[in-house]
């Protein structure tokens, strides 16, 4: 972890780090989210903290926004709150 970022580290926050392969794990999220009927328009951003999540390994996700949420759904994720 780079200098800059340790102050960030704590224990309510974990910093992931992302690699090649998460991107084409966020563009086929964002595929999926497009090819469901009907579709879920998932926003970039809410794409990489789905992508962020999963290779954390989180099982649940924290949304109140609409299309977080079905796209979390469609991912498998328990959603909060309920």
Do not use: Y
Not at 29 to 42: D, L
């Amino acid at each position: 972890m780079t200098a800059t970022l340790e102050p960030l580290q704590s224990d309510l926050l974990e910093l992931v780090k992302l690699v090649q392969r998460d991107e084409l794990l966020l563009m086929a999220i964002m595929a999926r989210g497009c090819r469901h009927t009907p579709p879920i328009p998932i926003r970039t951003f809410h794409a990489i903290h789905l992508v962020t999540a999963r290779v954390a390994g989180a099982t649940e996700v924290v949304a109140t926004d609409k299309r977080m949420r079905e796209a979390a759904k469609l991912l498998g994720f328990a959603l909060v709150p309920h």
